[in-house]
């Protein structure tokens, strides 16, 4: 059964991939798997059906069948898990790939959300010329300790995995603000992210949405 994700009918982000749905769509083109998506907007997404799916009114969600699945991460993992291409066969690597996902969200994610917010949700309260140097040095303190850790390597723990896609995806959102640029080799890690074919794909599929064309998976 091919299944169904859903999308932001209109993106904030316009076009620059940045959306979470992003990450579901890439996980299912490095898996070669189709999918079908259905565009929602804002205003349906608080309404009680698509709330059925994501209690917490947002996007991607994901229906194959009877399941349904919220959370960009539990559903990337979820396609990880049943097809080939997102994590190694070896179970020490592949918990190891796992482990990169999850830091990813929850070690790298929460400062660069944090710096997002400031910005632009809240750029225009009193507080917020003395806390964003603040948050540009925790997130320059998180993005040090992981270009320690990548090095030289082309990916976080030998071949390309769900860590990486997760990871790339994250770091991305740092491209506006010249932090990543910082750090060379984080840069170069997600440009050879965003170089993948199946990367190609997504992002031109979540690209036509916002360029009003049909969506495709």
């Known amino acids: 059964m091919i299944p169904t994700i859903t999308a932001f009918e209109s993106s904030p982000d316009r076009g620059q991939g940045l959306a979470r749905d992003m990450r579901v769509r890439w996980a299912l083109e490095e898996a070669g798997q189709p999918y079908e998506v259905r565009l929602v907007s804002f205003s349906a997404m608080k309404e009680p059906a698509h709330r059925a799916l994501h ?6 969600t994901y229906e194959e069948g009877g399941l349904a699945l919220f959370e960009s991460g539990a559903i990337v993992l979820h396609i990880a ?3 080939g291409g997102l994590l190694p066969v070896d179970a020490n690597a592949r918990a190891r790939a796992v482990t990169w996902m999850f830091a990813a969200i929850n070690t790298v994610e929460p400062p660069i959300l944090e710096l997002q ?3 632009f949700a809240e750029g225009d309260r009193p507080w917020t010329t003395e806390r964003l140097p603040l948050i540009k040095q925790r997130i320059r303190h998180r993005l040090d300790e992981l270009a320690v850790r990548l090095g030289d390597a082309d990916w976080l723990d030998g071949a390309f995995s769900a860590g990486d896609l997760m990871m790339v995806h994250t770091l991305q959102r740092l491209k506006p603000s010249g932090l990543l640029d910082e750090c060379t080799n984080l840069a170069a890690y997600v440009t050879r992210g965003e170089a993948r074919p199946a990367y190609q794909r997504a992002f031109a599929a979540q690209r036509a949405v916002f360029n009003g064309k049909r ?3």
């Not at 209690?55 to 991607?60: D, S």
Request: glycine share 14%.
């Open 55 to 60: 209690p917490f009114g947002q996007i991607p």
């Open 215 to 217: 969506p495709a998976g």
């Open 81 to 83: 898990q049943r097809h």
């Open 117 to 119: 917010t400031a910005r």
